[in-house]
């Protein structure tokens, strides 16, 4: 009987001791957020014009016309910045399939190009690992952490993360559809009826995604083809994809509910996250 004593009380030990790693850990993994979030509203500027008016598309490609006539009315206010939750899976493994649950919140400032993504994996029961992701003041930032305290690996202050986070900023960019217009300041080239690359310049740094539009003239997917992907530690230009679907109206708008991202490998797609908006709210340029 002794031993199962001695069992109880160390499973007795081992849980209050995740509980306090748990609650330690969001603590000061709540304090990182809060330091990201006002380092992004304080780069953040006010978009112009704060309206979309239909005369702007006159010299943009067909589908690019179509799409923000989907997506948008004239008249539709500009967003200044969005509140995103999600949930879904995420793929852990670099090749085959892994797949966890996740939550997550994100911040997204239309101007300048930013956010901040905070999001929860759950490796195991007790064993969060909490991910930021994020594109703050030209910076780009990849930083998890078991429990929120013991970092694992991390990317963050290189040119290559910078262009993959403002990659992400674009790509996601159909949850707030006013900002891909071209007086948003985007550059949209023509590649045929169903598709068009979109251009945005963040400083010196500037980033070019393929858009494929639906029938109904909806964002299908992006691509990249050089986004970078972290193998073995170091950063490797990888073609990209994600996928939008479910669309919905949201304040004027229509914008995707879900969605899914992948890596466009030698051997094969390998999609490492899928999923959905629990709620999306906006704030608009006034």
């Given at each position: 009987?002794?031993?199962?004593?001695?069992?109880?009380?160390?499973?007795?030990?081992?849980?209050?001791?995740?509980?306090?790693?748990?609650?330690?850990?969001?603590?000061?993994?709540?304090?990182?957020?809060?330091?990201?979030?006002?380092?992004?509203?304080?780069?953040?500027r006010t978009p112009a014009p704060t309206t979309f008016d239909p005369a702007e598309l006159d010299a943009a490609p067909a589908p690019v016309r179509r799409f923000f006539h989907a997506a948008l009315t004239p008249g539709q206010p500009v967003v200044a910045a969005a509140s995103v939750a999600h949930a879904g899976r995420f793929n852990l493994a670099e090749a085959g399939e892994k797949w966890t649950a996740f939550t997550s919140t994100q911040r997204v400032v239309a101007s300048r190009p930013g956010f901040v993504w905070d999001g929860c994996v759950?490796?195991?029961?007790?064993?969060p690992v909490r991910v930021h992701d994020a594109y703050v003041a030209g910076e780009g930032i990849l930083h998890p952490a078991l429990w929120g305290i013991v970092p694992l690996a991390g990317l963050r202050g290189t040119p290559e993360v910078a262009r993959g986070e403002l990659m992400r900023w674009l790509a996601e960019a159909a949850w707030y559809p006013t900002a891909l217009l071209p007086g948003q300041g985007v550059r949209w080239d023509a590649v045929d009826d169903r598709s068009a690359r979109a251009t945005v310049a963040d400083g010196a740094i500037s980033v070019t995604l393929l858009f494929r539009f639906r029938d109904d003239g909806l964002v299908e997917s992006v691509r990249a083809e050089d986004r970078g992907r972290t193998v073995g530690g170091r950063v490797v230009p990888t073609p990209w994809e994600g996928r939008w679907s479910d669309y919905r109206e949201q304040d004027g708008m229509r914008v995707p509910f879900a969605g899914e991202v992948a890596w466009l490998l030698p051997e094969g797609r390998h999609a490492y996250w899928r999923g959905t908006i629990g709620a999306l709210s906006y704030e608009f340029a006034h």
């Open positions: 009987m002794a031993w199962i004593l001695w069992v109880a009380l160390f499973l007795a030990v081992a849980a209050v001791a995740i509980l306090v790693l748990n609650l330690h850990g969001a603590s000061r993994w709540e304090a990182r957020t809060r330091v990201l979030l006002a380092r992004l509203e304080k780069a953040r759950t490796v195991l029961p007790g064993l």
